[in-house]
């Protein structure tokens, strides 16, 4: 299933019809960044990570996404790589059937749409207002497309019904929003996705983070701003993907810059009465289950499918399922759990996560973004790096390079 054949074909294509270099660290100069301490090179290096580490998550676990760990190993094996996805379409997975490997769902859409926000804002603070129009505006678009489509075939509209089903809930609380309609936003904030607390910041907030390399706090407090679709501790949650995207992106930044990054709390979480922070009890389920993990196995935290850590890791995380996969403290759990298993190495995160099952695509995505700014573009590994970049580009019209380029010229104001 790895489709090698046809990826060679897009790449022939795509090499043809480029019409330009494409956007690398050399468009960037070596001067430094006197508030950052990175040179626009390097700020360049971390926002390309972050945007192609998180497909590089997203395109691994596409093809198995909300797949049992059962079904995984009985189809594909033990998956360390990108693989093609033979599977149906919709809103919020592929919107292209029968993808090659590098092919991507909602989950680098999600980073698309935060970007092209990011270069609409002009001040060191971020508007939630504005992102809220963002992403109605987004989805007004497709309802005019569905409008416009002159035909009697129905491929056109199915193919925008899936556009419209994939924001339909965010439009219903993005309008009142924007309407400055307390009464209406809560009752649809409260009615999203059936009043679930689903993992919606978590699918732009690390994008939001690499707007504020090296300050954690700020990208805290801005991420949790625009946490208008979250319910509950889910809003802690964004935020500390967001202090942790911003925690690795900082000059010489070390794993326990990432990990110290979570004990920040500017929203006072711990003064809640009664509970506490429950972000913070999911990083110790985390930090213990990965400790426990060590000790099952002579050799460690193992990346084999016969692992005894590995097994009791999977076994411990079975224990904290909720309701619905895409929970956004089960999410977080399943992230944190992967990086620290694995010592924060890029790869043995995603192929964790994505052998792990339920929600693999966005567990993997956030990894990825997280782990992509922390070690930069250059650092992912080549092969997917590349593969992800051409399939997205070629047949999804998603050019990741334009956007890390777009977006450093915006952080640099040139």
Not at 22 to 44: C, M, N, R, V
Request: charged content about 20%; glycine content about 8%.
């Amino acid at each position: 299933m790895r489709n090698l054949d046809l990826f060679a074909l897009i790449l022939l294509m795509y090499t043809a019809c480029s019409t330009k270099e494409p956007a690398s660290p050399s468009d960037f100069s070596d001067q430094e960044i006197p508030e950052l301490g990175l040179t626009e090179k390097q700020l360049h290096d971390k926002l390309l990570g972050m945007l192609v580490g998180s497909a590089i998550g997203d395109a691994m676990g596409a093809p198995t996404e909300m797949w049992s760990r059962e079904a995984i190993k009985l189809e594909y094996g033990f998956v360390e790589s990108l693989d093609s996805m033979i599977r149906e379409v919709s809103p919020e997975g592929i919107w292209t059937a029968n993808l090659p490997g590098g092919g991507t769902t909602d989950d680098t859409r999600w980073k698309v749409l935060t970007t092209n926000y990011l270069l609409s804002q002009t001040s060191k603070g971020l508007n939630p207002r504005d992102f809220a129009e963002q992403v109605f505006e987004t989805y007004e678009s497709y309802t005019k497309e569905f409008k416009e489509i002159k035909s009697t075939d129905p491929k056109p509209f199915e193919q925008v019904a899936l556009k419209m089903g994939w924001l339909q809930e965010w439009a219903k609380v993005s309008r009142p929003y924007i309407d400055n309609n307390l009464t209406g936003y809560a009752d649809s904030l409260g009615k999203f996705y059936g009043g679930e607390m689903v993992c919606a910041g978590l699918l732009y907030s690390p994008s939001l983070g690499s707007y504020f390399p090296g300050n954690p706090e700020k990208a805290y407090a801005e991420a949790y701003k625009l946490s208008i679709y979250d319910l509950g501790y889910a809003k802690d949650i964004s935020a500390q993907s967001a202090a942790m995207t911003a925690a690795g992106m900082k000059p010489n930044a070390s794993k326990e810059d990432l990990l110290a990054s979570l004990r920040l709390d500017p929203a006072n979480y711990f003064e809640s009465r009664l509970v506490g922070r429950t972000a913070h009890t999911i990083l110790k389920n985390a930090l213990w289950i990965s400790a426990e993990s060590a000790k099952q196995d002579s050799l460690g935290n193992q990346l084999q499918v016969d692992s005894k850590a590995l097994r009791f890791a999977y076994g411990q995380l079975d224990l904290q399922l909720q309701d619905m996969p895409f929970h956004s403290g089960e999410i977080w759990l399943q992230t944190l759990t992967a990086m620290i298993y694995s010592d924060f190495d890029f790869m043995g995160s995603l192929i964790f996560l994505v052998n792990y099952g339920r929600d693999n695509d966005t567990t993997a995505a956030v990894a990825g973004a997280i782990l992509g700014a922390f070690y930069g573009f250059e650092q992912l590994p080549i092969r997917e790096r590349e593969k992800v970049i051409v399939v997205n580009k070629a047949l999804l019209g998603i050019d990741l390079e334009q956007l890390a380029n777009d977006l450093t010229a915006h952080m640099l104001g040139k």
